[in-house]
């Protein structure tokens, strides 16, 4: 771990000790996952009682699953999402973490709820800041001795964004959203109430860490790569599996002998299945097969959290999926 990051662990380690919750706001990139991931394992090793929940959007489970695999192939979890999962005992009996999507969290509440987790840890935690929403709402209900939010944008729009993700993290600490609004949101946002923005900064200090790239550019290497999987949704999936049976018959029914004369062929047919997982609306058939794409979803989420304080270059091999990013964009 890099510096900053112990510091990271040690500060999650001291709110643990004093019986607070946090909001860990590190900017995108500088590692929150290792941390949270770092966090778990102390938690083990101290002999903390009771699983822990990660609960995160969809496009985010594989990297979970992947970082927990390389890190910290000592802790036993389980994912709980699609339409095989399994509720029961066995679930937060046999492991130290159950991994679940706020979709999945929401239809799954009644099973969840029922659970006195140990750590529950929200990650992408702007995805509750709507303090009326079903998500926020079943996110209240759980049952933790310790919560912990994650994201890399605690404030996406206005001073209002912080209400929920803070009433997660520390309930009890701001009184009620309207409470909340009146007393800081609108006096900063509406009036620039320098001395409101203070004391909310104030009371907020504490329970919220954020670094930024500028702050520890001095420990990152000089290009940080991440790889996000983005699993798509049940009609994309379903174009993409008719073509891909498509083309197992087609190279089914071909000989070793012409094989190398289909060469074409076959480079057209891995040419359309990239272009699927990148969206069915870049097929050049006659038919339309809809433009559901799990990555422009997930690009455009990356760029709304990335947009205020970074530049972007953009880059696809497909010159037509760009034309989809843009008028996206536009």
């Given at each position: 771990?890099?510096?900053?990051?112990?510091?990271?662990?040690?500060?999650?380690?001291?709110?643990?000790?004093?019986?607070?919750?946090?909001?860990?706001a590190d900017d995108m990139g500088l590692g929150k996952t290792i941390q949270i991931i770092a966090f778990l394992l102390l938690q083990?090793?101290?002999?903390?009682?009771?699983?822990?929940?990660?609960?995160?959007?969809?496009?985010?489970l594989f990297n979970w699953q992947r970082e927990l695999q390389r890190f910290a192939p000592s802790l036993k979890f389980s994912v709980l999402h699609g339409n095989n999962r399994q509720l029961t005992?066995?679930?937060?009996?046999?492991?130290?973490?159950?991994?679940t999507t706020y979709g999945t969290l929401i239809s799954d509440l009644e099973f969840l709820r029922k659970i006195h987790f140990n750590l529950v840890i929200l990650d992408e935690s702007q995805a509750i800041k709507n303090p009326t929403?079903?998500?926020?709402?079943?996110?209240?209900?759980?049952?933790?001795?310790?919560r912990v939010a994650l994201t890399g944008t605690p404030i996406e729009n206005n001073t209002f964004d912080l209400y929920a993700q803070m009433s997660f993290a520390m309930p009890g600490l701001f009184g009620n959203a309207k409470r909340f609004a009146d007393e800081f949101a609108i006096p900063i946002d509406k009036f620039q109430d320098s001395n409101r923005a203070k004391e909310l900064q104030n009371k907020i200090h504490p329970f919220i860490l954020r670094r930024t790239k500028d702050q520890v550019a001095k420990e990152l290497p000089p290009k940080t790569e991440m790889i996000i999987y983005c699993e798509m949704d049940v009609e994309q999936q379903r174009v993409y599996d008719l073509y891909k049976l498509e083309f197992q018959k087609y190279l089914a029914g071909i000989s070793d002998d012409e094989m190398a004369s289909s060469s074409l062929h076959v480079l057209q047919g891995l040419t359309k299945l990239r272009q699927i997982c990148n969206s069915p609306a870049l097929l050049a058939d006659n038919e339309y097969y809809g433009a559901n794409s799990a990555k422009l979803d997930e690009l455009m989420n990356q760029i709304e959290q990335l947009k205020d304080n970074h530049k972007l270059v953009i880059f696809s091999q497909f010159v037509s999926m760009l034309d989809i990013i843009a008028a996206k964009l536009q």
């Open positions: 771990m890099r510096p900053y990051q112990i510091e990271g662990l040690n500060w999650l380690n001291f709110l643990d000790e004093m019986g607070f919750g946090g909001v860990l083990k090793e101290k002999g903390q009682q009771g699983v822990n929940l990660v609960v995160l959007p969809t496009s985010l005992s066995e679930l937060y009996e046999q492991n130290d973490l159950i991994i929403s079903k998500r926020y709402k079943s996110i209240k209900l759980l049952s933790a001795r310790m």
